[in-house]
């Protein structure tokens, strides 16, 4: 079974470097690296010639900036049985791929494998809110059970369902939550997922200062993808009382810092739910806003 890691990248070279130096270290070998350059520069020149000797690396430009967009791109190249697009900024521990190799193969039922986030200190992210156990992935759990470094496919099932969202993802008005549309349209055309607690990839925490405009631009996508894919009310309420819990909770401690966190992060979950753009996807897919 072989692998097509499709990285999007964008002024990382080090980081590009880091990623393939830990890939040297897999136990599994069997793939091949799509680097999708979106630099319009040569910095990445240097860090493929180094890695280019060990497995087959295609590096292709492009003028576009959108993340997602690079990996349609960097996907339409993939000869792989399972596809996968790592972060710029993401290793995978040793075993990463020869778990996956062996969850496929033990369920060949299964087109999606998706598991757990690591910091750089191996400890479990604090990126998000992550399913603790292994599950099989539902259009309920997939909102806390998916990230998009940490997924793999069957380039099959991606390819029949069109892969990412292109107006989804860094670089568009909706930057996250394109994985979990992803998923949930795999999920719908019947392919079946599971999350592994065993398959891990590291990811860096971001630092812990509050960045209020990036909790909103999050959060927007996050409110797109809930109206896009007409998420479960149970799923709904839930997006929508964890931030205001948060505003009265630190209300209560006098945490200005944080009740502004969540405020912006409640009002970026309802500019996203209520675009345009959500009401008109939901109704092109499920024939009602």
């Known amino acids: 079974m072989r692998f097509s890691l499709v990285i999007p990248t964008l002024d990382r070279p080090r980081d ?25 520069s040569d910095i990445y020149d240097s860090v493929v010639a180094d890695f280019s000797g060990i497995w087959p690396i295609r590096h292709i430009r492009i003028d576009v900036r959108k993340c997602r967009y690079a990996c349609i ?35 060949p039922s299964l087109g999606l494998l998706t ?12 990126m998000g809110r992550w399913l603790t156990a292994s599950a099989k992935l539902n259009e309920s759990n997939i909102w806390t059970g998916l990230v998009e470094f940490n997924m793999f496919i069957r ?18 008005r909706f930057v996250a939550a394109e994985g979990q549309d992803l998923g949930l349209r795999l999920l719908a055309h019947g ?70 966190y969540h405020a912006y992060v409640l009002l970026g979950r309802l500019e996203g739910y209520y675009s345009s753009a959500a009401r008109q996807a939901a109704k092109t897919i499920h024939g009602h806003a």
């Open 16 to 40: 590009v470097k880091a990623f393939l130096e830990a890939l040297t270290r897999q136990t599994f070998r069997d793939l091949e690296v799509i680097l999708v350059d979106q630099s319009g």
């Open 73 to 107: 791109v960097g996907a339409s190249h993939a000869t792989g049985d399972i596809i996968a697009f790592p972060d710029d900024d993401c290793l995978y521990l040793p075993d990463t791929l020869e778990q996956v190799d062996a969850g496929f193969r033990k369920h």
């Open 115 to 126: 598991g757990a986030v690591l910091n750089q200190y191996g400890h479990p992210s604090q």
């Open 155 to 172: 380039r099959a099932a991606y390819e029949a369902v069109g892969g990412f969202d292109a107006n989804m993802g860094p670089g568009c």
């Open 191 to 260: 392919v079946k997922g599971y999350f592994d607690t065993r398959i891990q990839v590291i990811h860096p925490d971001k630092p812990s200062g509050v960045n209020l405009n990036r909790a909103r631009s999050y959060a927007r996508g996050m409110g797109y993808a809930l109206r896009k894919n007409a998420a479960p009310w149970a799923v709904l309420l839930e997006f929508a009382i964890r931030p205001v819990g948060g505003i009265l909770f630190n209300i209560i401690k006098g945490d200005r810092k944080a009740v502004l």
